[in-house]
C-alpha cells in the first residue's frame, strides 16, 4: 500500500522527499500526489502521498504523451509526468532530461462507488478522497460517473511485519528491495522479476516463488547471476526471489545461537502477502508456483504440502524429497549445515533428539496426500562427480529421495513430471525452461483484471 505521511509542524516538502526519496528534489512528486501547487509550505496535519516512481531519460523526438502512452497506456495522463518533474511547458522536452514518473493505477469507477471508498481500499483512509479528486480534475468530490477511470498514485510500502529500508526500482524489470523483520536477525533482501510488458499495462499476473539452494555463495541474487532475466523472457509471469539463508533450510529453527533465523515465518506469513498487497497478482492458489533448486528444491515441496492452498504448481530441481532415508542423513545435514552457516550451533530439527513432529510436518514424503491436484515437477541428476565428494553425496541422496518420492506418488496415482538426466548437482537452465512453461500453462494466465477485484498494487 502507498505511504501517507501526516504534516507536523516545520515540516517541508523538501525536507519530506529528502526523508522518503534521499532527494530533496523529488518534493514535486509528493506534491502532484497530494494536490498541492504553487508552494513548498505546508501547514500541520495536512495529509499528504508519498507515491513511488521511476525515472525516465528523454530521447530525442520524445514526447509527455508519448511517454504517458507508454507507461501508462493513457496519454491524457502526460499533465502528471509534467507536474512530477517540474516541467513548466509540457510542449516542449529537451532530449536527456530526466523525467520522475508516479506509479499509476488506474481504477474504473462502478455504479455505487464513490471517492471515500476508493480512498479507502487504496490508501486506508477514506479521507484522502479529496486528493484522487484534485488528482484527476474531479470538481465534484460527491459526483463520479460509472465508467470514469481513475489514476490512482500508488507505490510499495511497509505492512505484513516487513519495513523496507532499502530499494531499487530504477531497472526495467528486476526490481530490489531490502527489509527488517522480526523473524529475522538481519535484512533479507528479495528480487522481484516483472514481466517486460508490467509497466505499460494493467494486466494480473501469476507469480513464481524461485528459492535458492544452501551455501555461502547463494542469496536473493543467484538466480539473476544464473541468467532468470533471459530465461523468463517474453514470459507473463512474476519471480519472486528472496534470501532463505545459507542453510535456513525453510524452517523456523528448534534452536538459534545469533537471534532469530526463522525463514518460513518470513517467506508464507510476511512476503507472500506483502507481495499479493503489492504487485498486481492473482492472489489465490491458481495464481502462485513455488520451485527451487537444492535447499530451494526441497523448501519448495516442504511449503507446498504444508500450505496446501497456497500453491498450485511445485517444482523440486535437484531438491531433496526424503529427510528420513539412510538414517535421516538429509535431516543431520539441515542440523549440521545450520549450524555451521547459520545459527552457531542452533538447529533446524534440534540435537542430538530430533523434534520429530516437526520433521514429520516437513517431510514431502510423509505427505504425499498434500500434493494431489498439484502439477509436480522433479529433476535429478544420475551421475554426478565421483571426485568431488560433495556433488556425489549431494546429488546421489537427491536421486534416490525423488525416486521414492515418485513411487509414493504413483503409489497414491497423483500425476507427476519427472526428468533424470546426466550430470551432478547443478542448476540446468533448459530444465528451468520446459518447468517454465508447464508452470505457465498450470497457472491462471496473465489477464485485465476486473475493477471488482482491484486491490491496492501496482
Known amino acids: 500500500m502507498v505511504r501517507t505521511h501526516t504534516v507536523v509542524a516545520g515540516e517541508t516538502l523538501p525536507m519530506l522527499a529528502l526523508r522518503f526519496y534521499g532527494d530533496p528534489e523529488l518534493h ?41 502512452l507508454r507507461y501508462y497506456g493513457d496519454p491524457a495522463l502526460s499533465p502528471l509526468i509534467a507536474t512530477a518533474s517540474g516541467i513548466p511547458d509540457p510542449d516542449h522536452i529537451d532530449a536527456g532530461r530526466q523525467l520522475i514518473i508516479p506509479d499509476l493505477t488506474r481504477y474504473e469507477v462502478l455504479a455505487g462507488d464513490t471517492l471515500s471508498q476508493i480512498a479507502l481500499r487504496y490508501y486506508g483512509d477514506p479521507a484522502l478522497s479529496p486528493l484522487i479528486a484534485t488528482a484527476n480534475a474531479i470538481t465534484d468530490p460527491d459526483h463520479i460517473e460509472p465508467g470514469y477511470t481513475l489514476a490512482i498514485f500508488v507505490g510499495r510500502g511497509d505492512g505484513f511485519g516487513l519495513s523496507i529500508v532499502d530499494r531499487n526500482e ?35 499476473y501469476p507469480v513464481l516463488y524461485l528459492h535458492h539452494g544452501g551455501g555461502s555463495d547463494q ?86 504440502a504444508k500450505y496446501y492452498g497456497h500453491f498450485a504448481s511445485v517444482s523440486s530441481h535437484s531438491g531433496p524429497a526424503s529427510l528420513r532415508r539412510d538414517f535421516g542423513l538429509v535431516a543431520h545435514w539441515a542440523n549440521l549445515s545450520s549450524a555451521a552457516m547459520d545459527l ?7 540435537a542430538p533428539f530430533w523434534n520429530q513432529a516437526r520433521v514429520s510436518a516437513d517431510n514431502p514424503i510423509e505427505n ?9 515437477f522433479l529433476a535429478a541428476g544420475t551421475s554426478p562427480d565421483p571426485v568431488n565428494w560433495f556433488d556425489s553425496v549431494n546429488e546421489t541422496q537427491v536421486l534416490a529421495g525423488q525416486r521414492e518420492f515418485r513411487a509414493r506418488l504413483r503409489d497414491a496415482n497423483i500425476p507427476h513430471e519427472w526428468h533424470e538426466l546426466p550430470g551432478g548437482h547443478t542448476f540446468r537452465p533448459d530444465m528451468f525452461t520446459l518447468d517454465l512453461d508447464g508452470i505457465l500453462a498450470r497457472l491462471r494466465p496473465a489477464a485485465l483484471a476486473s475493477s471488482t477485484s482491484m486491490v491496492p498494487q501496482l
Request: charged share 20%; no cysteine.
Open 28 to 68: 514535486t512528486l509528493i506534491a502532484t500526489a497530494s494536490g498541492i501547487s504553487g508552494s513548498d509550505s505546508v501547514g500541520a496535519g495536512r495529509q499528504l502521498i508519498v507515491p513511488d516512481y521511476s525515472r525516465y531519460e528523454v530521447l530525442p523526438g520524445d514526447t509527455l504523451s508519448q511517454i504517458a
Open 170 to 204: 530504477n531497472d526495467s524489470r528486476l526490481w530490489y528491495y531490502r527489509f527488517h523483520t522480526a523473524a529475522i536477525g538481519w535484512n533479507p533482501g528479495v528480487n522481484v522479476l516483472l514481466p517486460e510488458d508490467y509497466r505499460t499495462s494493467t494486466d494480473t
Open 368 to 376: 504425499i496426500e498434500r500434493y494431489r491436484n498439484k502439477r509436480i
Open 219 to 304: 542469496d536473493f541474487r543467484t538466480f539473476d547471476q544464473l541468467g532468470i532475466r533471459e530465461l523468463t523472457a517474453g514470459k507473463p509471469i512474476i519471480v519472486v526471489m528472496p534470501d532463505g539463508g545459507h542453510a535456513g533450510w525453510f524452517s523456523n529453527p528448534v534452536s538459534s545461537f545469533v537471534g532469530p533465523r526463522n525463514w518460513e515465518t518470513f517467506h508464507i506469513a510476511q512476503l507472500l502477502p506483502w507481495i499479493d498487497a503489492n504487485f498486481r497478482t492473482y492472489a489465490e492458489y491458481d495464481g502462485r508456483a513455488v520451485a527451487g533448486f537444492s535447499m530451494g528444491g526441497f523448501g519448495a515441496l516442504k511449503y507446498t
Open 344 to 350: 552457531a550451533g542452533g538447529t533446524i530439527y534440534g
